[in-house]
């Protein structure tokens, strides 16, 4: 039996600064950008991983969310209490470099980390932290 990810979900709350980021800063492409009542989901994707999908959500997007759980949720996204993605790379210092050049929000200049990586952090417009990690050359 194969099992893969297929999908993950980002909440985001501004997609266009959102679609700016993760387009634009991270090089991503757009694979669709669908509004249903009132609602938006946007997913992207490495042009490197055909099958995979980051789906850029609002907050709390469940229809059945009570107001109370949807405030919440906003809260946590703004004190970038929500989890993150992490992405791999091959070249974590040029990674960095480009992405830094965008103006985007750093987290961690890249560094090697003891458990066999070299890795930087970003914030995305909604406080969400993005690593890109290298696999050390030593190793």
């Not at 194969?2 to 800063?25: E, G, N, P, T």
């Not at 229809?63 to 906003?74: E, G, I, K, L």
């Not at 961690?108 to 003891?114: A, G, K």
């Amino acid at each position: 039996m194969d099992i893969k990810l297929s999908q993950c979900f980002i909440a985001v709350d501004d997609h266009d600064k959102a679609l700016a980021f993760y387009r634009d800063a991270l090089g991503l492409e757009v694979r669709n950008d669908v509004g249903f009542e009132g609602m938006r989901w946007v997913t992207v994707g490495s042009p490197a991983q055909p099958d995979v999908e980051i789906v850029l959500e609002p907050p709390a997007a469940n229809p059945n969310a009570s107001p109370a759980d949807r405030q919440a949720m906003a809260e946590l996204l703004a004190k970038g209490m929500l989890r993150g993605v992490i992405f791999s790379t091959d070249d974590c210092d040029a990674t960095f470099e480009r992405i830094r050049a965008t103006g985007a929000d750093v987290l961690q200049e890249p560094i090697d980390q003891p458990y066999g990586v070299r890795d930087c952090a970003f914030r995305d417009p909604a406080g969400n932290m993005l690593r890109f990690t290298q696999a050390r050359k030593d190793r």
